[in-house]
Antibody, heavy 119, light 113 residues
């Protein structure tokens, strides 16, 4: 059974930092591009960051460039998102997602971890 | 960035009836090199993550019921649920992966009439 399990969410003050993690199992993690996708409370989906199978290429939505860093450890089948200089508008459920069927198509999703940025 | 719009915002359909959701892109998502449209559809039920239904505009993902179908090419796409079932109550999103940043439509809420 495919599993993606996120952790690391919580309450953080504006300007603070948080590191999200995602543990993958049940599929060949190293063969998948991986992404973070977020969803603000009651809102739609927003793609955040994407990383190549071997970690050599990363892409970000403009609103997080320079503040967020996506990384992966294929030996540990884990994905991370380092989030710095957090803003209120970063408040969202953060999902990790695996893309394998097609470029940028998200086959598998985790249950998400909630990040709340508030003073 | 490619902007996706969906219509309607919400719809209520009787059980067993057809539900149709439209997705329009501000630019073509058809890649000429392989003739594939980089357009996917997801279903999200309350309190759950999204689930992939359709990719390449019309290819059903593994295990997705045949009542779900996708069509369209270029900039105009449709998701059809041929016979609405109670478990289909959800929000449906289209998403393009033709170009980064990947973008999603705003979602269409489907309910039972």
């Amino acid at each position: 059974e495919v599993q993606l399990v996120e952790s690391g969410g919580g309450l953080v003050q504006p300007g603070g930092s948080l590191r999200l993690s995602c543990a993958g199992s049940g599929f060949t993690f190293k063969n998948y591009w991986m992404s973070w996708v977020r969803q603000a409370p009651g809102k739609g989906l927003e793609w955040v960051a994407h990383i190549k199978e071997d970690g050599s290429e990363m892409y970000y939505v403009d609103s997080v460039k320079g503040r967020f860093t996506i990384s992966r450890d294929n030996a540990k089948t884990s994905l991370s998102l380092q989030m710095n200089s957090l803003r209120a508008e970063d408040t969202s459920m953060y999902y990790c997602a695996a893309a394998g069927r097609s470029w940028g198509t998200f086959d598998y999703w985790g249950q998400g971890t909630l990040v709340t940025v508030s003073s | 960035d490619i902007v996706l719009t969906q219509s309607p915002d919400s719809l209520a359909v009787s059980l067993g009836e057809r539900a149709t959701i439209n997705c329009k892109s501000t630019q073509s998502v058809l890649r000429s090199s392989n003739s594939k449209n980089y357009l996917a559809w997801y279903q999200q039920k309350p309190g759950q993550p999204p689930k992939l239904l359709i990719y390449w505009a019309s290819t059903r993902d593994f295990g997705v019921p045949v009542r779900f179908s996708g069509s369209g090419s270029g900039t105009d796409f449709t998701l059809t649920i041929s016979s609405l079932q109670p478990e289909d109550v959800a929000v449906y999103y289209c998403q393009q992966s033709y170009v980064i940043p990947f973008t999603f439509g705003p979602g269409t809420e489907v309910d039972i009439k």
